[in-house]
């Protein structure tokens, strides 16, 4: 990653190995209630590798808030650095047959936990599939998310959005568990939805 990813696009601060220095800048996390009640309790024991002494596929990395979105720039704008156009295009393609679609549809809608782990906490109705990117929002909703936005998040509740058509990325940090609380969640919505609206206005 380092050699096909990182250094390409002049990312010094990403890593799955943290140099002490980068250990001593590192944001604390902090503990609500299950129900997302206050006050935050710091939560130093938390282990963000759940025990892996290797990579993880699905966590583990540690960074700068401004190396991940030098990267998700870079994705957005289908740098040649780290692919080639037809690499771009499977990895924006929707994975998934008729089927799985139906099935990760209605496993999102299984129960609130799921909606809110998941499936972001966005409305239900809104029909979403996956790619190799991360989940793709085949609908959009009126001052909610935008048709086509691709999304995912982290275990400190921290979510990224893109969105091709419109050349538009974001990321939004937070460093607080339990993940992907309610109201965490519409911090974060309100976010993106702020950054369409003024994407709009920009490009009337």
Not at 29 to 53: C, E, I, R
Not at 68 to 90: G, H, I, N
Not at 132 to 143: D, I, T, V
Not at 146 to 155: I, K, N, P, R, S
Request: a negative charge; glycine letters at 10%; charged letters at 20%.
């Amino acid at each position: 990653m380092r050699e096909k990813i990182f250094e390409p696009l002049g990312i010094s601060d990403i890593t799955f190995y943290p140099t002490p220095e980068m250990q001593q800048r590192a944001a604390t996390l902090s503990t609500l209630s299950a129900t997302g009640a206050g006050p935050a309790v710091d939560a130093p024991d938390f282990d963000m590798l759940f025990g892996a002494t290797e990579c993880l596929g699905g966590g583990g990395a540690f960074g700068s808030a401004a190396g991940y979105f030098t990267f998700l720039q870079a994705v957005l704008r289908r740098d040649p650095k780290l692919l080639t156009p037809e690499s771009y295009d499977e990895l924006f393609k929707p994975q998934l047959d008729q089927q799985c679609k139906k099935a990760f549809n209605e496993y999102i809608r299984s129960s609130p936990a799921h909606t809110q782990y998941i499936g972001m906490g966005l409305p239900t109705d809104i029909e979403r599939t996956w790619s190799l990117a991360g989940m793709l929002c085949e609908q959009g909703q009126e001052g909610g998310v935008v048709e086509g936005t691709y999304m995912w998040g982290g275990v400190p509740s921290m979510t990224w959005f893109m969105n091709p058509k419109a050349g538009l990325c974001g990321v939004a940090f937070c460093q607080i568990l339990p993940p992907m609380l309610p109201a965490v969640l519409r911090l974060h919505d309100g976010f993106r939805n702020a950054m369409f609206e003024r994407h709009d206005k920009v490009n009337k």
